[in-house]
């Protein structure tokens, strides 16, 4: 789950994290209201990078080209999404810019610290062309990061006297705001000098959904369509997509490799939805519901190896309510017999082999296209 900026600071100040002063606004007139010092920073609030070069940040010397930049960011689109609010931030004077960050190293089974002296740029680009500019740190999970560790890492990207001391408490905040909030990710970049100290100037927290039942205050998902909410508030794992083939299976891999499977035959994936590896007559009512409002959806496919998941069960839940879109159905495993008897008695036939009802899937949408 990401964060826009401006939720990303207000959790850094709980944690004692320096930032500037700013406000959030969706329409240019709130600028006049706001009590801030200028110069300001207008900065769209997206879940995208890349908003400097998109012209989605500017910099404003007082209240009124401030309103002139927030009119023209406002509505604007950034690799796709729209902007609908704009930070209002206190400008900063810049001397040196840094990055810093703490991330999960999967492969590692821990958090890595990640410092450089080249802060300012995409960390990704600096490790590729200049791999010697950025210092790592793995953070032992029984020990922590520790103030040394901090105050070494400040070291290695130049930083000396009071800065080292400045960098190491703000290091520290950001690890216990790290474990603390349960995030993927937790990055200043850059984490500036200016005005003789050093301040958060951009934020960006990636969360841990698996983690969200222990964080009720959680701001709600913006990532997540409605449907793909509705999906989750039902314990079902939906992803949605671009294309106009609806696909239900149980097991993420078996949903992903019908993925390929239509796409291989040329059809076009509405969305990802797994019914879990114990589906049942009304959760599989539920996942047709979610699938079937999606806009746009021509046909369903339904790929079902049941093991656990019982064929007649999911039988059961189509017949009950047969999909207003022509749908292919392949069920094999446990109770396939019945479950095909159930769905014959509903006018639906049913596929044993899963290409050739991935095929049908593809017929079945290109032609409800026509």
Known sequence: MKLHEYQAKEIFSRYGIPTKRGVVVSHPEEIDSLNLSFPVVIKAQVLVGGRGKAGGIKL???AAEARRHAQAILG???KGERVTRVLVAEAAEIEKEYYLGFTLDRQARRFVAIASEAGGIDIEEVARVTPERIV?????PMLGFLPFHAREMATAVGLRGERVTAFAGIAAALYHLTVGEEAELAEI???AVADGTL???DAK???DDSAAFRHKDRPVNEEMTELERAARDAELSYVELDGDLAIIGNGAGLVMS????????GGRPANFLDVGGGATTENMAGAMDIVLRKPGVQALFINIFGGITRCDDIARAVAAAPPPVPVAVRLTGTNEEEGRRILQEAGIGAFIDP???ALEAVRLARGAER
């Open 199 to 201: 301040v958060a100037v």
């Open 76 to 78: 604007m689109s950034i």
């Open 189 to 191: 970049n850059p984490l």
């Open 60 to 62: 404003a010397p007082d």
């Open 258 to 265: 019908t993925l390929d499977v239509v796409a291989h035959f």
């Open 205 to 207: 927290l990636i969360l």
């Open 136 to 140: 790592k740190r793995h953070v032992d």
């Open 355 to 357: 290409e050739e009802a």
